[in-house]
């Protein structure tokens, strides 16, 4: 299938279309490469476009001859969201009515989206399913909430085919050692943990050790970016006109921030200093995944689960391009 690939050259994106080749689908990448990298996608598949610009949109579709689309494109940094909602607000949510909009004057119903856990807010128990309420406790998280919803109307309305895949913590490097995480400035665990090993910073900063967590640290549930790949190619494949998928990707299992620390000094060698700051405002104490829906419905189970096997995939790639992609891009 000829699938459009929007946010293609970024993190989760690039691994995409790797899956997608794979797969035997014929990916094509729309980027404004505000935070992807050219490197990061075959220079022949990879067209510069910007989903705030109708034209680019009607532009890449007609060219491409796309019979479905990935969404990866958005801004989530959730504390820029609090003080910049306007540029979360006309990126994520008015590009995106932009690009469903678009292809709805073209009759391209399959559409797959990268939703988030953020969109539980704090959940009231752990781990997360999809029947629990959905309270973002910021902008990010809202903007995500308010596509799903419009999804959720395009689905019942006009027919699109969807699937909202609710990512818990996207980790590791493809297992090619091609391309890998690379966010300029990055905000991430595991990249900062191992940016301490690789000598390029003095410690990382645990924010909060007061969590009602066994050892204190926050807990999340770090699945592989080939995994959540496998899963978006394994919707896309089953979607189905008038219908959409809410789907939690996750491991379902859960790691502290000490415990990621201590992963990386197994698999660094490295002894990696670690001091203890104050909470980071919004961090929820845990967000870990009940996936079963996901297991049921899309057949897919994730490969890596331990997160040693993560954080070695990401070393691999950090050791190897320690200065990312080397052009100063998120
Ligand atoms: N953390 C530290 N020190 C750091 C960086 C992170 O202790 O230097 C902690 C955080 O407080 C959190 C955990 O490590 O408890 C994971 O933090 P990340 O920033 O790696 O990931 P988040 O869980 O905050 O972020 C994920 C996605 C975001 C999304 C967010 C929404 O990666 O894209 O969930 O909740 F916006």
């Known amino acids: 299938m000829k699938v459009l690939v929007v946010g293609g050259a970024g993190y989760i994106g690039s691994h995409a279309v790797k899956a997608l080749e794979v797969a035997g689908h014929e990916p094509w990448v729309l980027d404004n490469l505000y935070q992807g990298h050219r490197a990061a996608v075959p220079a022949d598949r990879l ?55 678009a292809m709805r004057e073209r009759k391209i119903w399959r559409f797959v989206f990268s939703s988030t856990c953020a969109t539980y807010g704090v959940p009231a128990s752990s781990p997360i399913d999809e029947s629990m309420p959905q309270v973002p406790i910021n902008p990010y998280g809202d903007t995500k909430l308010a596509i799903e919803k419009a999804l959720e109307a395009y689905t019942n309305a006009y027919g699109f085919g969807v699937a909202a895949l609710r990512y818990f913590n996207a980790a590791g ?21 191992l940016q301490v090993a690789l000598g390029q910073r003095e410690n990382v900063t645990i924010f909060g050790d007061d969590y009602p967590t066994p050892d204190g ?45 201590d992963a990386c000094r197994e698999v660094t060698g490295h002894v990696i200093p670690a001091v203890v700051g104050s909470r980071r405002e919004g961090d929820p104490a845990e967000l870990v995944a009940n996936s079963s829906k996901a297991f049921e419905t899309l057949g897919w189970r994730p490969k890596y689960t331990s997160v040693e096997q993560v954080v070695a ?3 691999q790639w950090h050791q190897a391009n320690p200065n990312g992609y080397g052009d100063g891009k998120e």
């Open 47 to 101: 067209i510069e476009g910007d989903l705030i610009n109708p034209p680019d949109l009607a532009a890449v579709l007609d060219k491409t001859g796309a019979e479905g689309v990935m969404h990866f494109a958005a801004l989530a940094l959730v504390g820029e969201s609090v003080t910049d909602p306007a540029k979360y607000y006309l990126n994520n949510v008015v590009g995106t009515l932009n690009l469903l909009e």
């Open 173 to 193: 490097a493809h297992h090619s050692g091609e391309i890998g995480e690379d966010h300029d400035p990055e905000s991430h665990l595991i990249p900062i943990v």
């Open 217 to 261: 640290t926050c807990i999340r549930d770090y699945i592989h970016v080939d995994d959540l790949c496998s899963a978006h190619v394994a919707a896309l494949e089953q979607l189905e006109p008038g219908k959409m998928m809410k789907l939690n990707l996750g491991t379902g299992n859960g790691f502290s921030v000490k415990e990621v620390i």
């Open 313 to 315: 995939s990401a070393w």
